[in-house]
């Protein structure tokens, strides 16, 4: 298990040329060269996993498929989050041997027979390794794509700043700093909470 803290800022398409401009964007090394993810969230035809807070997504990546367990993010101040994750690699059918949460595990094993998918994304990733300091690194994530279920589709425009190494207090003070100079919106909106307000609209 790891624990994901990260804060998520969004943006208009317009904007997107002055945040890469930004000089610690700029200046940044790429992590990895920009892919399309393809993500594929699933739950039960009652979505008895968004209920008990449990997200379960498989995605598409250089190097393969992943599955991905998480559990509703805990806010904090400067509109961080905090969540446990569990990621295992796919080999063709749900594995939840990994997830240490017994709670989540259960209900993971309980529901399986009935999963389906509910909602998907797909969305070009830049990721650039921010080090502004000694003692803090933080991976910025631009994200540009759609969210989609049924025929609704919404767009992605995110930056998401995920703290690697260092305190979750620089990690918002450099959030605050990027705010001042770009035009950044905190959102406190997950992907996964826009694709199940989604999927709720198409089954209207």
Known sequence: MSIEIEIKLSFSPSAL?????????????RETPPEVLDNTYFDTPEWTLRARGVGLRLRQQTGGTV????????????????????ETPWRGQFDFSAVTDPDVAALLEQTRGKLAPV???????????????????VLAMIDTGIIE???NI???????????????????????ELQKKLPLTPENVSKAQRGYQLATASAC
């Open 149 to 151: 279920a049924g025929k």
């Open 67 to 86: 599955q991905t367990v998480k559990c509703s993010a805990h806010q904090a101040l400067g509109g961080l989050t905090r969540r446990p994750e569990w």
């Open 154 to 176: 919404v767009k992605i425009h995110e930056l998401e700043l995920e703290l690697v190494n260092g305190i979750e207090e620089s990690l918002i003070r450099l959030a605050e």
């Open 17 to 29: 040329p002055e945040i890469l401009c930004h000089p610690l964007i700029a200046g940044a090394p």
């Open 119 to 137: 909602f998907a994304t797909r969305f070009l990733r830049d990721t650039r390794r921010i080090q502004p300091h000694p003692g803090l690194s």
